[in-house]
């Protein structure tokens, strides 16, 4: 991968009927990147994670992973080849234990066939033995490891939050996109929640790509920010120069119901 | 003696005792006993494979019935002499080649496995192209055309008129060697990490697709085996009750079933066998409201319908006051026999 | 064919349709509000088919004050259904209620298979339904003509009440955003009940023509009427009124000219409706006139 595109959104375009979510949305990642898109609500932010995960398929517009075209790849397709995801409003296997959940995303992995483990072979058991494992680690690098037998509904709100994260780099991705991950959480447990997103991309070596109303957050955090509003881009770069862009300004100000949220 | 390997030795006991009460019942049972027990087995083999789709994928499938009439007759045409087949195909000749094909009892349960799942992979691309109540209602619109092609393929099925005297094969030890095999493969599958992949689509299929998982692949899969092991049952249900006709596996069927699982706890293998036996014990039981009765000089004509009436209440009420049914989502381990008995 | 023949088979189908159409209607209203296949809809039909029996039998109503009651008191059958089976699970999954919608229908079933007994009851069919005209040598039962009529004038009404009326509104507004509508303050509760109401009186009107065109009523004889009703207003585009209506007219047209002109199809009629449901499903989920329903990440 020594010249080639690490991640590349071209033109992205998602139409709802009348409705342009987005329009023409472009984005370049390099490897190793930590990525802000802001924008008020109903900019289409969550429309563009969609398009690259493949829960939707863009009216128009391309998304490049790796050299390879991943347009309508259905999402397990897309997941299976790095690119994870967690969910704005969140979405765990509530009536499953903590650690199933995180051993879930272990699955589209496994090398072992269905009839292995039908018949209780050696290289399945081992298998499932592995993740196990694995996913009592990933949950104590995340601090959750005393919950691992608990209802992934029992758990609090800022935790299910954790688990989700927990759940998506269970799956071992390059790329992780987090749909705001610091909605309903404390200032305190916001200020973590930086330190946490910058020590797992450090530890696997990530690229984030994150949503986030919580401008504190975000300008501490991301080292390039997009904004969003009404589906198009208005701006881009560093956290400095996008709080000073005009645009920006007054998109937030424009309409002080969204500057809140 | 480690935990596994006395769970293991547990559950080879439990087995065993399981035959020694058949062989009890064998002994000295009545026709009557004999009888519930084998309901009981069918019942245990079509609920614990129905849970698979409705309680573990969390896809509320309404067709097991069309399983389990392909079974049947597949069984039962492999069963029956050629001769016999002539003799009752009289509207139509049986096509070739079930008109001469003659198979011994267990090769004709696994083809009838087989058939309901060759008619459950064609069905399965519309059927999970869809979900929640469209789902419901293809499955349901599935078990109707089966229905109506029993009537109208009267060269193959004998319409109508059905089959009639098969030979009663089905011993308690063939229904309940089947059904312990049944809950033995399901409760492997569920707790395996493809049954885990089915759970997390029943939780939240976005979220499972998006962690990896391809629900059409996980759907189909349980759907096929539910429908093998169902098939199995339906020719169990055919060499038990010797005479099969397309009135006898209709919606009703799928009714009983989904009473099973809902009662028994929807998501529970533990819990649909416990549904099954009760079912199949109280619906017997329950029979005297509809045969008519003499209390002394007083004479009570049948009540045909008062079954289900009682049933469907049953139902309803379960649904709406008590959701989780008798077991909830639990399963039934001997860790948490161990841990009751000490914790008292 | 003949063209005397076809005629006769294309005013049976549009016959045959409007009532598909009728009782589509229900369905489509409840589900448009709920999301949910109200599975006892169908045996509404025997509902007020046996309602009215009694009332003219029993208490000796002329069949115009009869028929209207029966419809009234289907009406008020479904309100009562909403009521038991699914009022209390409006916050459960969505599993739960469609089992409760079953056990519903059963349970309607058979109670009246207990109350009433299995042995169909014949439907007394006044004079002048019953009537045969002949139009250019086309003899046609005058029911058949009243039927289509009366589809358009109760349509009509109904489109009135959900267009024109407070109600109305407050019930396209919940069936468009039920969130929102529980937020403006409106009582969502009577909103349903009056949605159940509508579907189920339109029904009762479908139950009485339908006992009229076949006058054997028992107490299953609103299964399969029900469930081709419902894939009418999957045909239709499921939550829309009109479209329930044209998808009944399309469907009654296509299973009486299926047999008319293939009459070795006949014995497949009731697959037919299911082949046509599921290749609705496949290409067109969204029917005719639907609008897609989508789900929100
Ligand atoms: N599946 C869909 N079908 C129809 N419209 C949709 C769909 N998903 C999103 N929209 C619409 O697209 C627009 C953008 O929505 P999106 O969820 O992407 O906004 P967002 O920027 O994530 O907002 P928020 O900050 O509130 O999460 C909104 O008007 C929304 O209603
Ligand atoms: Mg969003």
């Not at chain 1, 986030?212 to 881009?236: P, Q, S, W």
């Not at chain 3, 309602?51 to 002329?62: D, H, N």
């Amino acid at each position: 991968m020594a010249n080639g595109i690490f991640f590349e959104a071209k033109n992205l375009t998602m139409r709802f009927g009348g409705l342009v979510a987005v329009n023409n949305f472009s984005l370049k990642l390099n490897g190793g990147e930590l990525m802000g898109l802001i924008g008020p609500n109903g900019a289409g932010k969550t429309t563009v994670f969609n398009m690259i995960t493949g829960t939707l398929v863009p009216t128009s517009g391309k998304v490049i992973w790796l050299d390879e075209d991943i347009t309508g790849l259905p999402p397990h397709e897309i997941t299976a080849r790095g690119i994870a995801r967690t969910f704005q409003n969140v979405r765990l296997f509530v009536d499953m234990t903590v650690q199933e959940n995180v051993m879930v995303s272990f699955h589209h992995k496994i090398k072992a066939s269905f009839w292995q483990a039908m018949f209780g072979l050696r290289k399945y058991t081992k298998e499932e033995e592995r993740i196990r494992e694995e996913s009592m680690t990933l949950l104590r690098q995340v601090g959750l490891a005393h919950l691992a037998g608990e209802k992934a509904g029992a758990l609090a709100y800022g935790q299910q939050r954790r688990l989700e994260i927990a759940r998506a780099l269970a799956t071992s991705p390059k790329l992780l996109l987090l749909d705001e991950p610091a909605a309903g959480m404390n200032p305190q447990e916001t200020m973590e929640l930086a330190d946490f997103v910058r020590e797992i991309r450090d530890t696997f070596d990530l690229t984030i790509f994150l949503i986030e109303h919580d401008m504190k957050f975000v300008m501490g955090l991301c080292e390039r920010i997009k904004v969003l509003d009404y589906g198009n881009t208005i701006a881009e770069g560093t956290p400095d120069e996008v709080q000073n862009n005009p645009e920006v300004i007054k998109a937030y100000l424009g309409e002080p119901k969204n500057a809140a949220g | 003696m480690t935990k596994e390997r006395r769970n293991l030795l547990l559950n080879i006991a439990s087995i065993i005792s399981v035959y020694i009460i058949l062989w009890f019942f064998q002994k000295y049972g009545t026709e009557y006993q004999i009888r519930i027990l084998n309901n009981m087995a069918v019942f245990i083999t079509l609920a614990v494979s129905y849970n698979l789709v409705n309680g573990i994928c969390g896809q509320l499938h309404l067709g097991p019935n069309a399983f389990i009439t392909i079974g049947a007759y597949t069984a039962a045409l492999l069963t029956m002499s050629p001769a016999e087949k002539q003799m009752s195909f009289i509207i139509k000749p049986l096509i070739w080649p079930f008109s001469v094909i003659q198979a011994p009892f267990p090769v004709s349960l696994i083809a009838a496995g087989i058939a309901a799942t060759i008619f459950a992979f064609l069905i399965s691309f519309p059927v999970f192209r869809v979900r929640g109540d469209y789902l419901a209602i293809v499955t349901l619109g599935f078990g109707e055309v089966i229905r109506v092609l029993c009537n109208a393929l009267q060269s193959v099925t004998n319409g109508p008129l059905g089959l009639k005297g098969l030979k009663p094969y089905t011993t308690i030890w063939w229904s309940w060697s089947i059904a312990i095999f049944t809950v033995i493969v399901i409760q492997k599958l569920i707790n395996s990490s493809w049954g885990r992949a089915m759970k997390a689509i029943r939780e939240n299929e976005i979220a499972a697709q998006a962690m990896g998982i391809n629900p059409f692949k996980h759907l189909m899969m349980a759907f096929l085996i539910s429908a093998f092991f169902s098939g199995v049952a339906g020719g169990l249900l055919a060499h038990l009750i010797t005479t099969i006709s397309p009135t006898l596996f209709t919606f009703f069927l799928t009714f009983n079933l989904l009473i099973i699982i809902v009662v028994g706890g929807l998501g529970s293998t533990t819990g649909a066998v416990i549904g099954a036996m009760l079912f199949a014990w109280g619906g017997e039981a329950l029979r005297v409201v509809e045969s008519p009765m003499d209390i002394g000089p007083v004479h009570i004509p049948g009540i045909p319908g008062m079954r289900m009436v009682l049933f469907s209440v049953i139902l309803m009420l379960v649904i709406i006051f008590a959701r989780r049914g008798i077991t909830g989502r639990n399963e039934f381990s001997w860790d948490w026999l161990f841990s009751k008995l000490s914790g008292k | 064919m003949t063209t005397k023949i076809f005629l006769q088979q294309l005013t049976n189908g549009i016959s045959l349709g409007s009532l598909y159409g009728l009782v589509a209607i229900g369905y489509t209203m409840v589900y448009g509000i709920l999301r949910l296949i109200n599975f006892a809809h169908g045996d509404l039909l025997m509902v007020a088919s046996y309602t009215a029996i009694y009332g003219i039998a029993m208490f000796t109503l002329p069949w115009y004050i009869s028929f209207p009651l029966a419809i009234i008191v289907t009406g008020f059958v479904g309100i009562m259904l909403d009521k038991a089976a699914y009022k209390p699970l409006r916050d459960a999954p969505r599993i739960s209620l469609l089992i409760s919608a079953i056990g519903a229908s059963f349970l309607l079933e058979n109670l009246a298979l207990v109350v009433i007994g299995g042995v169909p009851k014949a439907f007394p069919r006044p004079e002048i339904f019953a009537k045969v005209v002949s139009i250019h040598g086309v003899r046609i039962q005058v029911l058949t003509i009243y039927t289509p009529i009366i589809t358009i004038l109760l349509l009509f009404g109904l489109l009135f009440i959900v267009y024109r009326t407070k109600a109305g509104k407050a019930m396209r507004a919940a069936s468009m955003d039920f969130e929102t509508t529980r937020l403006m303050g409106i009582d969502l509760d009577r909103i349903i009940a009056f949605t159940f109401l509508l579907g189920s009186t339109m029904a009762g009107a479908g139950g009485i023509m339908w006992a009229l065109k076949y006058p054997q009523v028992n107490p299953f004889m609103g299964v399969i009427p029900g469930l081709k009703a419902f894939i009418a207003a999957v045909l239709g585009g499921i939550g829309n009124i009109v479209g329930a209506v044209i998808g009944g007219f399309l469907l009654g047209l296509a299973e009486i000219l299926l047999v008319a002109f293939m009459p070795e199809a006949a014995q497949y009629r009731d697959a037919f409706a299911f082949v046509i449901l599921i290749l609705v499903l496949l290409f067109r989920p969204t029917g005719i006139m639907g609008e897609p329903i989508v789900d929100k990440t």
